[in-house]
Structures are given as structure tokens and as C-alpha cells.
């Protein structure tokens, strides 16, 4: 298990456990997010959480809300363009997001999808926010109560205040490549033996793998491992030389990574567009095999 403060607050906030937030439900200043997405287009996040969620938690959708709009398999930009902060405001003030709410993500795949509002959240000057460590899967192995009712928060007003350079698009990557490159896929995407849906097989020549499911525990409630075991694992990989630019196949479970480096102390940047959007320019050249070229 992840060390936790006696609070329930994990080392550095990012990540809250969910006895920390079974005591809170319900306060004014807490908005739980739902964040379940998945690969198969034809298995939609939103009938998981219409099926049953963490009581008061709201919807946010990753290809409708946490994107912008124009992505899809193939196309240049990739499939989860990085939204802008108009969007960016619509969608969080919409759900009660505004000055002064703590934000606590979570999904059914140990943070792979939550972690993309906690990085976007804290990309647009949102800090309080965190990952439910476990999500709901780890809720419901402790029977824990969940709800079908769809909560209703009043709207707030976001205000997002971009941090610059904390994401990194295609032409700045081509043009000018980073100290240390690290792409999250599965190694088997990475060493491009299977690609089962972007236009090309293999990683951006210079990239380190580095993939997200390392940065937990084993069993059939994985949470994340602890603060000293993640940062030993980025070290060995040169995220304490170097800051990284991270990527995946479309810029959500990268952001996986992105936490697991700021839980050991370190920072990252996003590259948004991924592989995704790398593959799908045939100018661009790509490497396979276990070496990162």
C-alpha cells in the first residue's frame, strides 16, 4: 500500500484514499469526479457511472469534456487534442468547479483515465486537486455504498489560469526533442510487435519506456506504489537529471505517469497530441524494437 498521512492525505495531496474521502462526501467545498473511459468505443464510460457511482459524484466525459473536439482515430491531431481553456472553463463550471472546490478524480482502472483531469486541473491552476488511489474499484471492495442518482451541483465559475509549457505539441517535439522522452504505453505498443489502434507500430525515436501499469501494485485492487519506490523507478529512467516529456497512445494515460513522477518529487510535461497524432504524419519517422533509438 501507498503511504498515507494520518489525514488520509497521501505525501504530496494528489492522491486521496478512500477512507479520506467516505468521510467527506457531501461537503459543500468537495466535487467527486467520475472519470471512466474505455478504449472500445462501443463500452461508454457514461453507462458505467449511470450503473452505479460514488455518492454525489458528477460525470465528466474524456472525449467530450476533458478534449477538444476534432479527434478521432487517424487524423492528425490526434485522438484526444489537449482542450482550450474556454472549453476548459465551460466544462468544469458546468459540474461546480470553481475557486475554492477540491477536486478528487476516479475511474475503474487504478487512475489511467483520472489522472487526466488531475493533470488538466493543475495545468490550468487548479492545485487542489487528487486521484482517488484504488478508484471505484477499490470503493467497492471495501462495500462501500454507491448511488445511481445524478447529482446536480451548482454551476461555478472556472477561471483557468494556463501554466506554460506544461504541454508540449507536435512541432516543438520534431523541432527541437527533449533530454529525456518517456512513453507510457504497454511495451508491446512500445516495441511496436502490436498497435491495435493508431496508424503505425512502434515509438518516437529517443523515447524510454516507461509504462503507466508500473507505477503500481499487483493483485486485483492495484493502487499506486509508494512515493520512494516511484521515484527510484524515474530515477533509474533519468527524470532526477532531466524534467521528461511524457506521452501515450492519445495523451490520457500518460498523464498516469505525470502523477506518479509528481508523487516522487519530480515534474513532467505532456506531450498531448501522443502517439496518436506522431503516427499519423507520415514525415515523421518512428522506431521499433526495445532500443529507444
Known sequence: MTAVHPSGLHATGALVSTGWLATRL?????????????????????????AGHIPGAVFADVDRDLSAPGGGRGLPTGRHPWPSPDQVARVLGAVGIGTGIRVVAYDDQAGATAARLWFLLRSHGHEDAAVLDGGIVKWGAEGRLLETTVPRPPPATFVPRARAGRVVGKDELARERPALLLDARAPERYRGESEPIDPRAGHIP????????????????????????????YAALGADRAEPVVYCGSGVTACHDLLALHLAGMEGRLYAGSWSEWSADPALPVRTGADPG
Request: hydrophobic letters at 40%.
Open 26 to 50: 457531501g461537503e459543500p467545498d468537495l466535487r467527486v469526479v467520475d472519470v471512466r473511459w474505455y478504449l472500445d468505443p462501443q463500452v461508454r464510460g457514461l453507462d458505467a457511472y449511470l
Open 206 to 233: 529517443g523515447a524510454r519506456s516507461a509504462p503507466y501499469a508500473e507505477n503500481l501494485t499487483g493483485g486485483e485492487v492495484p493502487v499506486f506504489l509508494p512515493p520512494a519506490v516511484l521515484r527510484a523507478r
